[in-house]
């Protein structure tokens, strides 16, 4: 059964704020394999431990009719006002940008806005989910 299109304009988040810190980012680059030295900014993906629990908030909804187990993640943007660095406090709000099916699987198009402790847009992480239908 596709999902309902209402789905579309719906927000999740904001998340808790996160605390960038050294450990963090350096934890981070180690788990990506991403070079990293104290004093540059966090590795570019970094967002992503703000912005995935944002889709995850999309996902459990019950409203929203997502199986987690049927979704395959397809595509992740970032696209940068400016870095992330150590020291900012950052959280992320998700917003359900456009849905579409085909050959029965639903294309989830998201937009998690990153914005700092002022509410400055940081970054915008763009995601494509793909849900197949239990029919599928």
Known sequence: MPLDPSLVGRSFGPTSPYDVTEDSVRAF?????TPYRT????????PIVVAFPAM?????????GIQLHN???????FGYTRPV???????ATLTVENIRSIAGADIISTSSVVTDADGAVVCTAKAT??????SS
């Open 129 to 134: 989910l793909v849900h197949r239908g239990e």
């Open 71 to 77: 979704v395959v993640h397809g595509e992740q943007r």
């Open 56 to 64: 995850t908030a999309l996902m459990d909804d019950p409203d929203a």
């Open 39 to 46: 004093g540059d900014p966090a590795p570019v993906t970094f």
């Open 85 to 91: 660095r150590v020291g900012d406090r950052i959280a």
């Open 29 to 33: 680059a180690a788990a990506t394999g």
